[in-house]
């Protein structure tokens, strides 16, 4: 029986790593001047790194674009990643695991 519990805790976090990845991938495809973001404990990070509360004690922090030099990354925009993996996190709970301390890059080829 334990297993079996392994077996599909296994496909579902695999099914969460597939679903964030894409997510994650969308995310820098809508926003082509997204460098990249951060996802930690609130806890770790200070408050001019932290722009968006997520769920418990994740943030959404250290977003980081291409532009002039005097833009300053707007809530809006901020509020629209977050936006993204909130829903990612209620369809799919244990993404959560997945995203605390991660930091995500744009990839150049």
């Known amino acids: 029986m334990k297993a079996l519990d ?3 805790r296994h496909r ?4 969460a790593a597939a679903d964030l990845a894409a997510r994650v991938a969308a995310i820098f495809e809508q926003y082509p001047m997204l460098c990249g973001f951060s996802v930690q404990e ?3 990070v200070t408050k001019d790194r932290a722009l968006v509360e997520l769920e418990g004690e ?3 922090a250290d977003v980081s674009v291409v532009t002039a ?3 300053r990354v707007a809530q809006e925009f901020s ?3 977050a936006y993204t993996l909130l829903q990612l996190m209620d369809e799919q709970p244990d993404v959560s695991d997945l995203l605390c301390g991660r930091t995500f890059a744009r990839t150049l080829h």
Do not use: E, K, V
């Not at 579902?12 to 099914?15: E, I, M, W």
């Open 12 to 15: 579902q976090r695999q099914s």
């Open 6 to 8: 392994d077996r599909m």
């Open 79 to 81: 509020n629209q990643i």
């Open 42 to 44: 609130r806890s770790t």
């Open 58 to 60: 994740l943030c959404l």
């Open 69 to 71: 030099p005097a833009f």
